[in-house]
């Protein structure tokens, strides 16, 4: 209940960008399913919204574009190449690595 108030704060006045840490920490598969459908309505309105996640299906599911970081200091960067404003499953993320 906390997750998703904090985000209906986030969202209340409007945001031109918005900084979401784990936004599907804690919800049911329901209110995941209305998270994801936020980010995206929210996204297609013109915010930034920049995701932190480890769920790299959810990243890949949601964003134009991504970039991660292993713990040994390698950095990944990618663009998914999934409809992301519509919500399908039509592609794969493709990645360059640089070291």
Do not use: F, N, Y
């Not at 804690?26 to 995701?51: E, F, Q």
Request: hydrophobic content about 40%.
């Amino acid at each position: 209940m906390k997750q998703k108030l904090m985000v209906a704060m986030a969202l209340l006045h409007r945001p031109e960008a918005l900084l979401l840490d784990e936004p599907l920490t804690g919800l049911d598969p329901p209110a995941m399913r209305r998270m994801k459908d936020r980010i995206r309505d929210t996204a297609a309105s013109g915010v930034a919204v920049i995701l932190s996640s480890h769920m790299l299906h959810l990243v890949e599911e949601l964003c134009r574009a991504w970039r991660s970081w292993s713990a040994a200091g390698r950095c990944s960067t990618g663009r998914s190449t999934r409809s992301a404003a519509r919500g399908r499953r039509a592609g794969a993320a493709t990645s360059r690595r640089s070291s």
